[in-house]
């Protein structure tokens, strides 16, 4: 079955440790996108690519990085540089020219302890 | 300014009734989407129902009809004959500009609707 998969679901790392979340899709999906999520805010736009090997900081991005060297994996990097990293993060993807076409990942939940 | 507006943080509602979440938005694209999510306690992100700015019918599906007020910049969702699997949080979303395949999304901060039985 096509879809994105988001892994680890549950990760803890030590403060000052960069953390790598994993997204992957097989839905042939051009582009993709990282949200994050705290209570009471929403979604936020972290950042987003429209083609391979080409991406856009979203509205927060402060503290974090991506690559995107293959259309299926959207990897984003949480940096020590990041001040408030726990959070759940959604990965999304969107099929070109379809309105109905976004589809997320089931989200990491990041703790730092 | 909020480009998208969710004003109940919580709602609860008897098993049965119909419920109306609220959402305005915010742009100056004449051509723009807006969208439903339901995000049950499991964090999944479900889609329920899609509005473009110049559909000139209000979109329904199923239970879900979005009651889309374009000069009030109004896209309030209508669950009918609410279920207890409706307890879930919502959120409004936009696309600002036209469909070419690639836009981002701006998302509300969420209705966390709870149905009584």
């Known amino acids: 079955d096509g879809g994105i998969t988001q892994s680890p679901k549950y990760l803890f790392r030590k403060e000052g440790q960069n953390v790598t979340l994993s997204c992957e899709q097989n839905?042939?999906?051009?582009?993709m996108y990282w949200y994050r999520q705290d209570p009471g805010q929403g979604l936020r736009l972290i950042y987003y690519?429209?083609?391979?090997?080409?991406?856009q900081k979203g509205d927060i991005a402060e503290g974090y990085s991506v690559s995107r060297e293959k259309k299926e994996s959207f990897p984003l990097t949480v940096t020590s540089a990041q001040k408030n990293p726990t959070a759940f993060y959604l990965c999304?993807?969107?099929?070109?020219?379809?309105?109905?076409?976004?589809?997320f990942g089931s989200g990491t939940r990041l703790t730092v302890v | 300014a909020q480009k998208i507006t969710q004003t109940q943080p919580g709602m609860f509602v008897q098993e049965k009734e119909a419920v109306t979440l609220d959402c305005t938005y915010d742009t100056s694209d004449q051509s723009y989407g807006l969208f439903w999510y339901k995000q049950p306690s499991s964090g999944e992100m479900i889609f329920l129902i899609y509005?473009?700015?110049?559909?000139?019918q209000n979109a329904t599906e199923g239970r879900y009809s979005l009651n889309f007020q374009k000069a009030r910049k109004s896209a309030n969702l209508v669950i009918s004959a609410s279920q207890l699997g409706d307890s879930a949080m919502y959120f409004c979303a936009m696309r600002e500009g036209p469909n070419f395949g690639n836009e981002k999304l701006t998302f509300g901060t969420g209705t966390r609707l709870t149905i009584i039985p």
């Open positions: 999304a993807s969107k099929e070109q020219g379809s309105n109905y076409g976004y589809t």
């Open positions: 690519s429209q083609i391979v090997n080409d991406f």
């Open positions: 509005q473009g700015s110049y559909d000139e």
């Open positions: 839905l042939n999906h051009d582009a």
